[in-house]
């Protein structure tokens, strides 16, 4: 398996641009209602949401001014479209879905979203209207379901992701917010290296993550979630290419300066992966 196109595709697995991972987390931070969602709201104990919800609410003004730093362009949030909520009073539920569609002069996505949430309280009672009382939620279970395609400079894919996610310690007694889960997901991918060659593959990648820290502070600043995220995980990648079919394996590390350090079990090769946008980085060898 060539080590470049193997971080390509777990760069994509977790960029927020490319509704990786980190996609995920910012949709599990939000709180939902018949109006819209709400990013970052269900973590944040200082000021009001990070950004634009479905419904068109003003971004939220921080210490300096808007928020713009958690507003990332190209991740669609705050433009969705077709945007449906129900409540299951049985389940606890929360279900959310919709469609973002973005394009610019580098970069286009189409995805459509399928959510879930259940919002629970200190005492494990389900928070029924979590935009009213968010200081109420201490525990968040969420399940997200995303497919569709982007298509970059280095990167075009169409994809198929859940994650399952758990998370707690979001009450105001702890620091940190602790997120346990899985990741899963397919795809078609074609994939320019740094050589100029283009490759065409399959995938098939799993991540699952224990005790992954986020710190609460993220939400009082005006930096992205994926500048407070850090702990390390273990993930399985398979890749099909011209009918043969190769895994790997290797540790993922959330660093908590916006990037993760990839290794690999098999390889020697070392890479830093940009949790905003995907951008790959070789850092060498062992």
Do not use: C, W
């Amino acid at each position: 398996m060539d080590a470049e196109m193997a971080s390509q595709i777990i760069a994509q697995s977790l960029a927020d641009d490319t509704d990786g991972l980190m996609a995920n987390i910012y949709d599990a931070s939000s709180t939902v209602s018949d109006n819209g969602m709400e990013t970052g709201d269900a973590f944040n104990r200082h000021q009001s949401s990070m950004m634009k919800s479905a419904s068109g609410d003003e971004i939220a003004q921080g210490p300096n001014g808007p928020r713009y730093g958690h507003d990332n362009p190209n991740s669609g949030r705050g433009g969705e479209r077709n945007f449906t909520h129900t409540y299951n009073q049985e389940t606890g539920e929360h279900n959310v879905t919709f469609e973002r569609n973005l394009e610019n002069e580098r970069f286009s996505k189409s995805m459509t979203g399928d959510l879930t949430y259940i919002y629970t309280d200190l005492d494990g009672t389900f928070v029924v209207f979590p935009r009213i009382n968010r200081d109420s939620i201490a525990y968040i279970s969420y399940v997200g379901k995303r497919e569709g395609f982007h298509e970059g400079p280095v990167r075009s894919s169409t994809f198929n992701r859940s994650d399952s996610l758990s998370f707690s310690g979001i009450d105001s007694t702890s620091t940190d917010i602790v997120v346990n889960g899985t990741h899963v997901g397919t795809g078609e991918n074609t994939i320019t290296l740094s050589d100029g060659t283009i490759h065409e593959a399959s995938h098939d990648v799993y991540f699952s993550f224990t005790d992954l820290s986020l710190a609460k502070s993220i939400f009082a600043s005006e930096e992205g979630i994926e500048n407070g995220v850090t702990g390390t995980f273990e993930y399985d990648l398979e890749v099909t290419q011209d009918g043969e079919t190769s895994t790997t394996q290797g540790t993922i590390e959330f660093t908590g300066d916006g990037t993760a350090l990839l290794d690999f079990k098999n390889l020697p090769d070392l890479f830093r992966i940009a949790l905003k946008d995907g951008k790959v980085e070789r850092r060498g060898r062992k």
